[in-house]
């Protein structure tokens, strides 16, 4: 059956640390895979789209890299702060046309300053 | 500012009843998605559509319906049909597929 697993509910860093979260995932063929944060009580705010034939893309202090061949992603957070405190979702898109995405359960990360 | 706005924020429905909630956009998007979310958990797709007077259905469409007969609004009716309703709403829009979405605020629906 499909999957998606996000690496381990919590995570805690020390501020100024590399924050890295994974998102696995298996039985797809995703055409692009996207990360979003989210606040709590809040609605997830888009961060960062990866599309299949890209291996990573950067945005201010954010990375994403995709690996079909292993059917993973990675988010990196360099130089993280308390303000990044926040759950963290990826989600898969496996057809251009269709854009429905699937989201994984997300990832908590806390940053401790 | 162009945004998503989902009303109402807090929504309580008694057993049996059918409620709607309201979903609109003025970002000009052509898709929009219904996702509910329970506690601890990530987003399940409910319906979606990608263009007026056409939508499909998500994973979880059982006991929900919706309409697309405007660009700017995708409401959803959770009907009695809908044995836990009790859950957390999120709308959002996509300039089209293969772009990232925006959310609303969300609503937070309670059965009393």
């Known amino acids: 059956s499909q999957k998606i697993e996000q690496n381990s509910e919590a995570l805690n860093i020390q501020e100024g640390k590399t924050a890295t979260l994974t998102c696995n995932y298996t039985?797809?063929?995703?055409?692009?895979l996207q990360w979003y944060r989210q606040d709590p009580g809040r609605g997830p705010v888009f961060l960062l789209l990866?599309?299949?034939?890209?291996k990573e893309k950067r945005k201010e202090r954010l990375k994403v890299t995709f690996d079909t061949t292993l059917k993973q992603s990675l988010f990196h957070i360099t130089a993280s702060q308390p303000a990044d405190s926040a759950t963290y979702l990826c989600?898969?898109?496996?057809?251009?046309?269709?854009?429905?995405?699937?989201f994984g359960d997300g990832t908590t990360l806390t940053v401790k300053p | 500012d162009g945004g998503i706005t989902q009303s109402p924020k807090y929504l309580f429905r008694k057993e049996g009843q059918n409620v709607t909630l309201s979903c609109e956009q003025n970002?000009?998007?052509?898709?929009m998605y219904w996702y509910r979310q329970d506690p601890g958990q990530g987003l399940r797709l409910i319906y979606y559509?990608?263009?007026?007077?056409?939508?499909q259905k998500g994973d979880i469409a059982e006991g929900y319906s919706v309409s697309r007969e405007k660009k700017e609004s995708f409401p959803l009716t959770v009907t009695s049909a809908q044995k836990n309703p009790t859950a957390f709403y999120l709308c959002?829009?996509?300039?089209?597929?293969?772009?990232?979405?925006?959310f609303g605020s969300g609503t937070r629906l309670t059965v009393v």
């Open positions: 039985n797809y063929s995703p055409a692009y």
């Open positions: 970002l000009n998007h052509d898709a």
């Open positions: 990866i599309r299949e034939n890209e």
């Open positions: 989600a898969l898109a496996v057809n251009t046309n269709a854009g429905k995405s699937t």
């Open positions: 959002a829009s996509s300039r089209t597929a293969g772009f990232g979405y925006t």
């Open positions: 559509s990608q263009i007026v007077n056409d939508f």
